[in-house]
């Protein structure tokens, strides 16, 4: 056990609903967590990997303690996501003047694979 632990009551906690996000993973957010005495006194010793809290609990207390932290990190995990697909599609594309595109086409270029 690490220092005094607090408990809350369930009415006390705001149930909330994380994406299942990989980078929503708890081993990912448990390394901020580590760093936080506030945090790590509302959990259960969390040193072994192996045995860490149910994901709902986690997220339950950290949304407890840390509210502004949880919306930040989500609303960023939800950006992030909302925004790939526009990245991947800049990453598939190329830029053709006007000049060159009618050229193409009048040429009868295939523009496809």
């Known amino acids: 056990m690490i220092g005094k632990k607090f408990a809350f009551r369930k009415s006390d906690i705001v149930m909330t609903r994380i994406p299942s996000y990989p980078?929503?993973?708890?081993?990912?957010?448990?390394?901020?967590c580590?760093?936080?005495?506030?945090?790590?006194?509302?959990?259960?010793?969390?040193?072994?990997?192996?045995?860490?809290?149910?994901?709902?609990?986690?997220?339950?207390?950290?949304?407890k303690v840390k509210p502004e932290y949880v919306s930040l990190i989500v609303a960023q995990a939800v950006e992030n996501r909302d925004n790939k697909p526009v990245q991947q599609a800049k990453v598939n594309a190329i830029e053709l003047k006007v000049e060159l595109f009618e050229k193409m086409m009048a040429a009868n270029i295939s523009l496809g694979k």
């Open 23 to 32: 980078e929503l993973a708890m081993s990912e957010i448990l390394k901020h």
């Open 34 to 63: 580590m760093q936080s005495p506030e945090v790590l006194s509302c959990l259960p010793d969390i040193r072994n990997p192996k045995k860490l809290p149910p994901r709902e609990f986690f997220w339950h207390i950290l949304n």
